[in-house]
């Protein structure tokens, strides 16, 4: 049997098409359908169909910048943003396709989006994307980062770990290559990307200025804004929350400044003794950003990079701030989301949700893990898991994944399946413990199946299918046990899930007797050797 | 350099000498002793020295069962157990080997063992165990389950996964031997153990008894008890909680009953239709127990097997007479502690150590993670590190590992130590959770050598050095590398951590002037390629 199929769910219209893994199970088990990332599948020279293409023409608000075939901005000061339209009152495709992704209703998405409590990352000029919705409402997002550096790596292995990332269930992709190609490997990678691709335009603007970030200027950082948004970016991080009174603050820290976008503006701010210029200019930006419906993930560049240095006054200055930013980006009718820590150990985590909540009026929370302890180079997605599955579980919307590379290299394909995977399961402990509806049925099919001894089924629902798979046949690697009534655990004498059926059939028939019955059924309580 | 040195703190007498794992630094840093339970290191054909000889036979409580050279026993009716010596006010060279491990008074080690909130699982006939401590107050603690199966694997196999698993940081271990030579196998693993052992005496009466739990009976489980503790097990979990009453309260579940030894006394009670015989036999298991010093692991046999089952009332009916049966276990100074679940989504964590606490008494709770989520097979350390950390962060004393071949297969090498590791990082995230003193110094440590790029010190400062240094190797393998002021990550042109060192040194010299310094100075925040 196919392990999982692709299927569709149509909305309204018939290109409205919201894809599911479906898993289908063995007996008269009703199969299982999971979100899916993976997008169509692609063919990299040429890359996905333009499924919004249509949506995005149709409400005439757009128009090529330098006549056919250039990209797309809005027109006559119209701003083309999701949330524009969800104040508007219009229900979008995009709205109609998330809703059915999460099995909510359309307008309680566009009330979300409305409110800022929603983001819906999808700039005019990335036809290619899947709508997905990053807010507290929601299922918990998981964001991989890949990229280029100035050490290692090419083009084609970033848009291959693009597609792998997408295939183990990252929601959205952050591209921060450094180093040279990054316009083409950006490319490669949007028009490859079935999920919202996030980036850091700071990275770029720095390699133009030759890699000084004192040479950094407000033109610099607006031409690579605008050069990215042309590209289909769908949100960018801009550490405009770094202010120059605030740099004194993190002086004193076990590990300084560690965000490279917050140590960049940090640096220009003392070289130039000026604000930082991403504040100063920040309504110019929210209406770069509003012309492709760019969404805002305003940087913590100020974040806390070891648990000495957790929920400290540095980081949490500049949170308020991010709160004030919120504000002005609303007015421009831009989306916004806050980042967030970085290393904070279990009992300062909530407190990160519950101030970025208040100050930054319920804007949707992405975090970078946290680490819940700087001791395990090597396991920071554990570490980091830990901390993600419960700032998810406190209500953040969006968990930045971390490799086991973390601190110590750049992740390969294996890195980035791990790191996946890690926040793939934070995500999902997080759903079950917010109680988001149909969380838990994924999780009841495989205990069922793990109880029933349906091996097959067990697998294929499997966050990672083939590992289950060849995990149970390194011990028990026969054809036959894999419909056997054990495990290698116990073995074939002696088995608790076997027992416990048998306890149950008796059940059924009543306790009255059940003894009885028990013994003169010849207690078998166990199969067999086979 | 030595990544790490065993150095010993002598007590208040030479025969006391506690073990440490130090780290040294390089430069002026000072050097960083961790706690360390990979004892003296053995050969197997010989055993570890019996560390613990002196100081049991001079308190002149115990003699041999049968003659010279047979395993000891409580003599004259005396209970030479730490709970009856921490009642009577005595500090026992053991308490005192704690206290300077955790450094805390020898004192309120003793405390603790007389309030029953600690235990010190030590068999009077297991002199080679070195001493650890298992109560909220001290350190969290890792167990490790290892042992064969009638699937797989042989004794040396065993003492060596033992072995691997206390390296990596194991501080008790239970031996879940099924099959043939479980007697033999407990045999080496004892001899060889620098930590306390665990088991399961009922999986070795199911033995005696060809497999058939129905045919098991009181007089075979006290025998093979009295055996297991003059072999010297440290603590056995008994499944005394499994009433009869109880039993139709897990029909209904998703997963029934998972717990091995659950399953075996509900099928025993019944078919039976009687009383779970180590519930109506009790008392006189804890006079066994008493005479060796054997500690009461008090079995969750109805602990939830999947999410839809966490916190139902047959697990809670059952730990309520965990609870009862604690107090009949205190009457004859048998130390207690409460295995606990199992799955549980995050939001009912805290329910089960509340619950417990209050229910049996505050005595140690002992947890089996938990999962959080059921659809990872294959990644259930990690799963179940989050439930772990948490849990731990709640009050649990010791967690249970998990690996990632739960519910696949038996774990191997790989996955002991996968297991281990995910288990060291929750309980530390605990104990910083908790505040425990000390415990962040080692998170400081790394964190510092990583801000400072003292590459080999944060290596060795890992929990895991070897994978740490290799993962930094595959994508920065030269020498010189490790003693570069950048990583991999942004490479040399391009480094937060670089640029915030250069911006703590112009802080240093006070913020007047600091941009012009800067400027002055090249303005050089990042290092040209060396």
Same mark, same amino acid.
């Given at each position: 049997?196919?392990?999982?199929?692709?299927?569709?769910?149509?909305?309204?219209?018939?290109?409205?098409?919201?894809?599911?893994?479906?898993?289908?199970?063995?007996?008269?088990?009703?199969?299982?359908?999971?979100?899916?990332?993976?997008?169509?599948?692609?063919?990299?020279?040429?890359?996905?169909?333009?499924?919004?293409?249509?949506?995005?023409?149709?409400?005439?608000?757009?128009?090529?910048?330098?006549?056919?075939?250039?990209?797309?901005?809005?027109?006559?000061?119209?701003?083309?943003?999701?949330?524009?339209?969800?104040? =508007?009152?219009?229900?979008?495709?995009?709205?109609?396709?998330?809703?059915?992704?999460?099995?909510?209703?359309?307008?309680?998405?566009?009330?979300?989006? !409305?409110?800022?409590?929603?983001?819906?990352?999808?700039? /005019?000029? %990335?036809?290619?994307?899947?709508?997905?919705?990053?807010?507290?409402?929601?299922?918990?997002?998981?964001?991989?980062?890949? *990229?280029?550096?100035?050490?290692?790596?090419?083009?084609? +292995?970033?848009?291959?770990?693009? #597609?792998?990332? #997408?295939?183990?269930?990252?929601?959205?992709?952050?591209?921060?290559? #450094?180093?040279? %190609?990054?316009?083409?490997?950006?490319?490669?990678?949007?028009?490859?990307?079935?999920?919202?691709?996030?980036?850091?335009?700071?990275?770029?603007?720095?390699?133009?200025?030759?890699?000084?970030? /004192?040479?950094?200027?407000?033109?610099?950082?607006?031409?690579?804004?605008?050069?990215?948004?042309?590209?289909?970016?769908?949100?960018?991080?801009?550490?405009?929350?770094?202010?120059?009174?605030?740099?004194?603050?993190?002086?004193?820290? /076990?590990?300084?400044?560690?965000?490279?976008?917050?140590?960049?503006?940090?640096? @220009?701010?003392?070289? %130039?003794?000026?604000?930082?210029?991403?504040?100063?200019?920040?309504?110019?930006?929210?209406?770069?950003?509003?012309?492709? &419906?760019?969404?805002?993930?305003?940087? &913590?560049?100020?974040?806390?990079?070891?648990?000495?240095?957790?929920?400290?006054?540095?980081?949490?200055?500049?949170?308020?701030?991010?709160?004030?930013?919120?504000?002005?980006?609303?007015?421009? &009718?831009?989306?916004?989301?806050?980042?967030?820590?970085?290393?904070?150990?279990?009992?300062?985590?909530?407190?990160?949700?519950?101030?970025?909540?208040? @100050?930054?009026?319920?804007?949707?929370?992405?975090?970078?893990?946290?680490?819940?302890?700087?001791?395990?180079?090597?396991?920071?997605?554990?570490?980091?898991?830990?901390?993600?599955?419960?700032?998810?579980?406190?209500?953040?919307?969006?968990?930045?994944?971390?490799?086991?590379?973390? %601190?110590?290299?750049?992740?390969?394909?294996?890195?980035?399946?791990? *790191?996946?995977?890690?926040?793939?399961? !934070? =995500?999902?402990?997080?759903?079950?413990?917010?109680?988001?509806?149909?969380?838990?049925?994924? &999780?009841? =099919?495989?205990?069922?199946?793990?109880?029933?001894?349906?091996?097959?089924?067990?697998?294929?629902?499997?966050?990672?299918?083939?590992?289950?798979?060849?995990?149970?046949?390194?011990?028990?690697?026969?054809?036959?046990?894999?419909?056997?009534?054990?495990?290698?655990?116990?073995?074939?004498?002696?088995?608790?899930?076997?027992?416990?059926? +048998?306890?149950?059939?008796?059940? =059924?028939?009543?306790?009255?007797?059940?003894?009885?019955?028990?013994?003169?059924?010849?207690?078998? /309580?166990?199969?067999?050797?086979?």
């Amino acid at each position: 049997m196919q392990a999982r199929r692709k299927v569709y769910v149509e909305g309204s219209r018939p290109d409205i098409r919201v894809p599911f893994a479906e898993v289908p199970l063995t007996g008269d088990n009703p199969p299982v359908r999971l979100y899916d990332t993976s997008g169509p599948g692609s063919d990299p020279e040429v890359g996905l169909p333009a499924l919004r293409g249509p949506w995005i023409a149709e409400r005439g608000d757009v128009a090529p910048v330098r006549g056919a075939g250039t990209p797309l901005a809005g027109v006559d000061g119209k701003r083309p943003t999701q949330l524009a339209y969800a104040r =508007a009152g219009i229900v979008t495709p995009e709205m109609e396709f998330v809703a059915i992704r999460e099995s909510v209703s359309p307008e309680f998405v566009r009330d979300e989006i !409305a409110a800022g409590r929603a983001v819906l990352p999808l700039n /005019v000029n %990335h036809p290619e994307c899947e709508p997905a919705i990053i807010g507290k409402a929601f299922l918990v997002k998981v964001n991989a980062n890949i *990229g280029t550096s100035a050490v290692t790596s090419s083009v084609a +292995e970033e848009v291959e770990k693009l #597609t792998w990332a #997408t295939r183990w269930g990252a929601d959205t992709v952050m591209d921060l290559s #450094t180093g040279k %190609h990054i316009h083409s490997t950006r490319e490669a990678i949007v028009r490859n990307a079935p999920v919202p691709i996030g980036t850091v335009p700071i990275y770029q603007a720095l390699e133009k200025v030759g890699g000084d970030p /004192v040479k950094l200027s407000w033109e610099v950082f607006r031409e690579t804004v605008v050069e990215q948004a042309e590209q289909g970016v769908d949100y960018m991080t801009v550490h405009a929350g770094v202010l120059l009174p605030y740099v004194p603050l993190a002086v004193d820290r /076990v590990t300084g400044i560690v965000s490279r976008g917050g140590s960049i503006m940090a640096a @220009w701010c003392l070289a %130039h003794h000026e604000e930082n210029f991403l504040y100063t200019n920040f309504a110019e930006l929210c209406e770069i950003l509003a012309r492709y &419906d760019v969404t805002f993930s305003l940087g &913590d560049g100020l974040r806390p990079g070891s648990i000495a240095d957790a929920n400290d006054e540095a980081q949490f200055a500049e949170l308020r701030t991010l709160g004030e930013l919120t504000k002005i980006a609303w007015e421009h &009718d831009v989306q916004v989301m806050i980042e967030g820590p970085g290393h904070v150990p279990m009992h300062k985590i909530k407190e990160n949700v519950d101030l970025q909540q208040e @100050w930054c009026h319920e804007a949707p929370f992405y975090t970078l893990g946290p680490l819940t302890t700087d001791i395990a180079p090597a396991y920071d997605h554990i570490t980091s898991a830990i901390g993600a599955a419960m700032i998810g579980m406190f209500g953040t919307a969006m968990l930045c994944y971390v490799t086991p590379k973390e %601190h110590l290299g750049l992740p390969d394909r294996d890195d980035v399946k791990a *790191g996946v995977i890690a926040y793939k399961i !934070a =995500a999902h402990a997080a759903d079950l413990a917010k109680g988001h509806p149909g969380a838990q049925a994924w &999780d009841d =099919a495989l205990s069922k199946a793990r109880f029933e001894f349906r091996w097959e089924d067990q697998f294929n629902l499997a966050l990672d299918p083939e590992t289950a798979r060849s995990y149970h046949d390194a011990t028990l690697p026969a054809e036959p046990a894999k419909t056997a009534h054990f495990c290698s655990m116990c073995g074939p004498k002696f088995c608790s899930m076997k027992i416990t059926q +048998e306890l149950k059939e008796y059940a =059924a028939r009543g306790m009255r007797g059940k003894s009885e019955e028990f013994v003169a059924g010849g207690s078998r /309580v166990y199969l067999p050797l086979a």
